[in-house]
């Protein structure tokens, strides 16, 4: 790990990390992916800032980090010909209104809302636009129709639970015809640039990266891939992460006082499931939802060593927020279960409704 990333082992072991990412994930030919500074938010960006400008961009929003890539292409980008479309926390916006003549900006898995598009059905197969689909939280864990994404981009430390530092971002053939073809009217920085000359900076999609990469990560990163090939491969995880969200599921379904956010049972996140408290008498969505009661709740399960984190996210409706991504054992979620039926009552004692 001391070695630099330049160095034939040290490149050997970035470009390993890849191999075995695209082998994992079934990239089809032609598919290039590299490893990028900044985690998921510099895939992400890296690909807004180098791709976007050339036609007018639909961006999909119905949680903070989409909110977040509405930001960067409406006021940073200053895209003209942007459209942003929203929905509150818990819904997807009208997916039959996205418009495939525009470049399309979307997360897959929302997870402060724990909503996640259904499926790519509603991805036209014959878009003049292309694709850029934030991917963390749901690649590992969701069939990914690669034939409809032309950007994807995902983090080591979600669904792989790897080290977190570097972004992963996959590139689709169209992709690189855009940015061979087209260069944005605004500087593009150092850590966003991935051509050179006007071609794509190939070096990059074979082990080499724009800055330094922490050795560490990659390692950790390599033993989050063999643990991944070693109990199956994606569909193995994807069915690891469905029987978690089904234990959640069989959960809610017989307790009273606790729904999804995500309304529509086929929009369900199988990776961060978010949480909602009923009203007193278990019905209604409940906007009224005493914030104090999930936050004390929280609180409760912290103190006792049962669950950190578990509020839902600063900018989402107040709630509980578990992640179920096949790190986690079946076991380990089953026994939380009673600890939040504890917590309710104990908040509630607290929290008056
Ligand atoms: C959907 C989504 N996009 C982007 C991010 C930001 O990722 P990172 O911290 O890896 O940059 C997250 C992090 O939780 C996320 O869940």
Redesign the pocket.
């Known amino acids: 790990m001391g070695r630099s990333h330049r160095s034939a082992p040290g490149a050997a072991k970035l470009r390993e990390a890849l191999e075995r990412s695209r082998a994992l994930l079934a990239l089809p030919d032609g598919y290039r992916i590299a490893v990028v500074p900044?985690?998921?938010?510099?895939a992400?960006e890296a690909a807004l800032w180098s791709l976007l400008g050339a036609r007018a961009v639909d961006v999909l929003a119905w949680e903070s980090?989409g909110q977040g890539w509405a930001v960067d292409v409406v006021e940073q980008l200053g895209i003209e010909n942007a459209r942003v479309l929203e929905a509150e926390y818990g819904r997807l916006p009208d997916l039959g209104r996205v418009d495939f003549e525009c470049d399309v900006v979307f997360?897959w898995?929302?997870?402060t809302s724990g909503v996640r598009v259904p499926d790519g059905d509603w991805i036209a197969r014959d878009r003049s636009g292309l694709t850029i689909c934030?991917a963390?939280?749901a690649a590992f864990a969701t069939d990914l129709p690669w034939s409809k994404l032309d950007v994807a981009t995902y983090?080591w430390?979600?669904v792989l639970g790897g080290e977190?530092a570097h972004?992963i971002l996959i590139l689709g053939p169209r992709a690189v015809e855009r940015l061979e073809s087209y260069s944005p009217r605004w500087p593009v920085p150092k850590v966003f640039r991935l051509t050179k000359g006007g071609r794509l900076n190939e070096s990059l999609f074979e082990g080499f990266t724009i800055n330094t990469p922490s050795m560490l990560a990659v390692e950790d990163y390599l033993d989050a891939l063999l643990w991944a090939e070693s109990v199956g491969g994606v569909p193995a995880l994807i069915r690891m992460a469905d029987r978690n969200l089904g234990i959640l599921q069989a959960w809610v379904d017989r307790t009273s006082w606790v729904d999804f956010l995500a309304v529509d049972p086929a929009t369900r996140s199988n990776t961060s499931v978010c949480l909602r408290i009923r009203d007193a008498e278990g019905a209604g969505r409940d906007d009224a939802e005493p914030k104090g009661r999930a936050s004390a709740m929280a609180g409760l399960l912290e103190t006792e060593g049962v669950a950190y984190d578990v509020a839902s996210y600063r900018d989402a409706p107040a709630g509980l927020r578990i992640w179920t991504g096949p790190t986690v054992e079946l076991q380990d979620l089953e026994a939380l279960l009673p600890w939040l039926d504890w917590a309710y009552e104990a908040a509630s004692n607290e929290v008056p409704a």
Do not use: C, E, I, P
Not at 38 to 42: I, K, M, N, V
């Open positions: 900044a985690s998921d938010t510099g992400v980090f997360t898995n929302g997870t934030d963390t939280s983090s430390q979600k977190a972004g």
